[in-house]
């Protein structure tokens, strides 16, 4: 996976050739006063959305868009109701991405202080199978991930949401749509201006 601004590239061509796959991972949440966007209304009525009182109530999210040369993108994700993700999630995050995707996982995230964490990094180091590698400091233009929730808040703009529940539901199906449609995450791999297959040298 190479990009003019990541410096040195991402070893894809040594994951591939292992038959490994490349996963970009980022945290999000959503709240039960969704996000708004512009919308219809009829000509001369404002459209009026009657907002929860609970407006810090939220849930946390997980996702991984994973590619690997040959095989379609897969989505794998993960929705908390409670509370975010900690250090001490990832490492069974870890071994359930091993897990759905059968063989070697190179995990591409940012420098989240739990990402970083000397118990993400002992458990890493006791892996043959997990490399784990950092995007560049404040770029998140570089992770597909970000485009990912982008659409996914799209799907649940403009509702108020009645109970942490209803929201549940909402995003997962949003989730669920993206997985059902690994197009868009090529899309989304294709808005960062990454690419799964390096460049060929020039001569």
Known sequence: MAHGDVAGGL???????TGGWICCEDEAGAWLNGPVRRTWGK???TPVLRMSGKRNDKISMVAWVCFKEGTEPRLIYAIKSS???TKKDFPRFFALLHRRLD???TVVWDNY??????H?????????????????????ELNPVELLWAHAKEKIA??????IDELHRATRSAL??????????LAFLAGTGLELTPPASSP
Do not use: C, E
Not at 158 to 163: D, E, I, K, V, Y
Not at 176 to 185: D, K
């Open 113 to 118: 202080s739990s990402h970083i964490s000397k």
């Open 83 to 85: 509370g975010g993700y």
């Open 158 to 163: 403009n509702r108020a949401f009645r109970s």
């Open 103 to 105: 063989g070697p996982v």
């Open 120 to 140: 993400v990094k002992r458990y890493a180091q006791r892996q043959d199978w997990l490399t784990i590698i950092q995007m560049p400091p404040y770029a998140p």
């Open 43 to 45: 000509a001369g009525r």
């Open 176 to 185: 669920r749509h993206i997985q059902r449609h690994p197009g868009l995450l």
């Open 11 to 17: 070893p894809s061509a040594q994951v591939t050739a």
